[in-house]
């Protein structure tokens, strides 16, 4: 029933993916190790902590930049984790959820930065993040393993991909909502560029720019039991298991987890952005 | 003449797509409503032209929309203009490049805003400071720069606070440091007490005066509110539909209206606002103490007036004489010294009419005019002041006030 031959749309796609990993190999291979250090150092240091002390400082932070109630809720949270035995995981957990928003706002702020002060620049990004986000994540996973092979680092790559886009976003967004008169004053001051930037636009950008972040900490959180599909570990490889061996308790003590790391996670990077804002 | 601190050739700056076109048919005479029907482009402002010389108060007033704000924001081309031509101290400010018109913003031109526009991140100190900060200037220099500042504006101990705690008046005097800590040559302000309620805002108005008398900038200021314009302006320029349509003096704008528009606009003005001594005042009939009665009343007769002033060698005003007084005086062979009226009543030359109408009913005298060393310049008569609040042009002495 076909009037044209069908289009080897897939072909086209392995071919680039091929040509890609040969021809950029050396820097795929540099960007892995970095990242795979990263994570590494990470998992590292916060092992070296007695895992009591830690969720000590992680109760100091929440209570530091949120009200008594999200310190509360950290103390029992991560003592119940500590108490079911996930404290190793949850730890590979945080460091690739870490490594991933940090690599979204390293990458993320710079693109949204370039987005508010260029119309094209905008016009093109906005639906390539589109894409991003409607795009199944797990989808991200082919080409993620194709460049980077199996491990944490396609899962951190995959996670990027997927939690960047609300950094960029917000990041343009914040910077175009400063009032135009400021941004006149700037100007009839005889602000450069640059200046106007981190003088006016960015910190009064900065709660929207924190909401943004914020988002990307989730989304890189609803990751991480994809991620483990390639290999990365943590929580999400426990729930992965659990799915895959149907064993409904295990299952839901790392899902739990997983959950009461998103709640700290997310009071905490919220009134972050709060406390600046005042 | 000085030379001019900002001069503007016919300026030009049109809204919309193809500007060109717009000032095409501008020089072809079409009004900026027939540009807008057949173009859909809109005329901000056409064809201005005028200069501003140093230390001047330079008023730009018109209606909402008439183009003021696009205007002053031609000079430091926060706005390009689409034609024409500013120069600043003979530099074509219009045919900078970016560095060199950064330079302009940064050391010769300050802006206040109608809203303020302060920074809500930094504090009171640190928008007093931004200007300098731009500069590079180091951290110890232009904070003090930007606390002497404050301290001009009647912001001590405020520095430290953010501009949301603080009242219109206040914030907008945080605006007005702002733009002096740089020490530019020059303040645009635009509609910088407009937001402001009437009282804070003429309070704000004596002040900006007050401090012009020492800083002597060259002020652009533009306002919707004729009152504001005549209390403050040594100039006006009225602006309608994007147009100047006169320049001139607060007398000249008020007495001789360059046609319809600028005649409603003045209509409803309160002259005794705007008017002075030295506007209504007449010549005064003086004579020195040490001549004697009889020499002053000789005069009296001469002049066929009834009373006379009396001044010592510098023409600075001891008192004044009735001709009765004078006449008893002769038979008992007194002195004008012992006879005259002293502690007399007086006003200076800049006090206006609406100032000075309990100090004329309280005297029987005419109302003498003194400088600031007491000499007599003149003095005022009802029927004269009158007459002007009528309207009438002959008892104004416009050629001598612009001397
Ligand atoms: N950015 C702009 N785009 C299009 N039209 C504008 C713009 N700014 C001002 N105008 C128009 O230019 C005219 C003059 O405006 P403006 O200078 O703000 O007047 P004023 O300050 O006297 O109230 C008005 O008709 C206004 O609608
Ligand atoms: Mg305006």
């Known amino acids: 029933m076909r009037l044209f031959p069908k289009i080897p749309l897939a072909d086209w796609v392995d071919n680039f993916v091929s040509v890609l990993t040969e021809r950029l190999e050396g820097f795929f291979d540099g960007v892995s190790s970095i990242i795979g250090w990263f994570v590494e150092s990470i998992v590292n240091i916060l092992s070296l902590v007695p895992s009591l002390v830690l969720i000590g400082i992680f109760v100091i932070i929440a209570w530091w930049t949120s009200r008594w109630g999200v310190a509360l809720f950290t103390a029992l949270g991560l003592l119940l984790i500590h108490n079911l035995g996930y404290w190793p995981e949850t730890i590979d957990t945080l460091a690739l959820v870490l490594t991933s928003v940090i690599i979204s706002i390293i990458v993320g702020v710079p693109f949204g930065i370039w987005a508010s002060q260029n119309e094209t620049v905008k016009n093109i990004i906005t639906p390539v993040l589109d894409f991003m986000q409607t795009m199944p994540a797990f989808v991200y996973l082919i080409p993620a393993i194709l460049f980077f092979g199996i491990g944490v680092v396609p899962g951190i790559i995959a996670s990027v991909i997927f939690a960047m886009p609300p950094t960029i976003r917000l990041t343009n967004l914040g910077i175009r909502q400063v009032p135009k008169d400021l941004i006149e004053a700037s100007n009839a001051f005889g602000a450069t560029t640059s200046q106007k930037l981190y003088k006016v636009e960015l910190p009064l950008a900065m709660p929207t720019i924190m909401a943004g972040i914020n988002q990307s900490i989730m989304l890189a959180l609803s990751m991480v039991v994809i991620a483990s599909l390639v290999g990365a570990p943590g929580l999400g490889a426990d729930v992965y298991r659990a799915v895959t061996q149907i064993k409904v308790g295990v299952g839901f003590e790392a899902g739990l987890a997983i959950v009461i790391l998103a709640i700290m996670l997310d009071r905490i990077s919220q009134n972050i952005g709060r406390s600046k804002a005042d | ?403």
């Open chain 2, 1 to 403: 003449m000085p030379e001019a601190k900002i001069k503007v050739e016919n300026i030009t700056k049109i809204f919309g797509k193809q500007p060109g076109q717009g000032v095409k048919l501008l020089n072809k005479g079409k009004s900026k409503q027939e540009i807008l029907e057949d173009t859909g482009l809109t005329v901000g402002v056409n064809k201005a032209s005028f200069e501003v010389f140093p230390g001047e108060i330079f008023v730009i007033m018109g209606l909402s929309g008439s183009g003021k704000s696009t205007l002053v924001r031609l000079l430091n081309r926060l706005i390009e203009p689409t034609d024409g031509k500013v120069f600043i101290d003979g530099e074509e400010v219009t045919k900078m490049k970016g560095d060199q018109l950064r330079e302009v913003r940064r050391k010769k031109l300050s802006m206040v805003f109608q809203k303020f526009a302060l920074f809500p991140h930094r504090t009171v100190v640190e928008n007093a400071e931004y200007g300098l900060e731009i500069q590079g200037v180091d951290k110890n220099e232009r904070r003090n720069k930007a606390i002497t500042s404050l301290e001009l504006v009647g912001l001590r101990g405020y520095e430290n606070s953010y501009p949301g705690e603080l009242s219109g008046g206040m914030q907008q005097r945080v605006g007005l440091a702002r733009a002096l800590a740089n020490d530019p040559d020059i303040l645009l302000m635009d509609e910088a007490f407009s937001a402001l309620d009437p009282l804070i805002r003429k309070d704000m108005q004596d002040e900006l005066l007050e401090l012009q008398e020492s800083m002597e900038k060259t002020i652009v200021f533009i306002t919707h509110d004729l009152d504001e314009a005549l209390r403050i302006g040594d100039r006006i320029a009225l602006m309608k539909d994007g147009s100047i349509v006169q320049v001139g003096t607060p007398e000249e704008i008020m007495m001789n209206p360059a046609n319809d528009y600028v005649e409603r606009f003045v209509e409803d003005v309160d002259l005794s606002k705007v008017l002075t001594a030295s506007h209504v005042m007449k010549r005064a009939e003086t004579v020195r103490l040490d001549r004697g009665p009889r020499v002053a009343l000789q005069l009296m007769k001469d002049e066929g007036i009834s009373s006379v002033y009396i001044v010592d060698k510098k023409k600075q005003l001891l008192g004044a004489v009735h001709a009765d007084d004078v006449g008893k005086a002769i038979e008992n062979n007194r002195t004008l010294e012992e006879i005259m009226i002293r502690d007399l009543p007086t006003v200076t030359p800049e006090t206006l009419l609406n100032d000075m109408y309990e100090k004329m009913a309280a005297s029987s005298l005419p109302l003498p005019v003194v400088d600031e060393s007491n000499r007599l310049k003149g003095i005022i008569v009802k029927g004269a002041v009158i007459g002007a609040l009528a309207g009438n042009e002959n008892e104004l002495n416009i050629k001598e006030v612009k001397q």
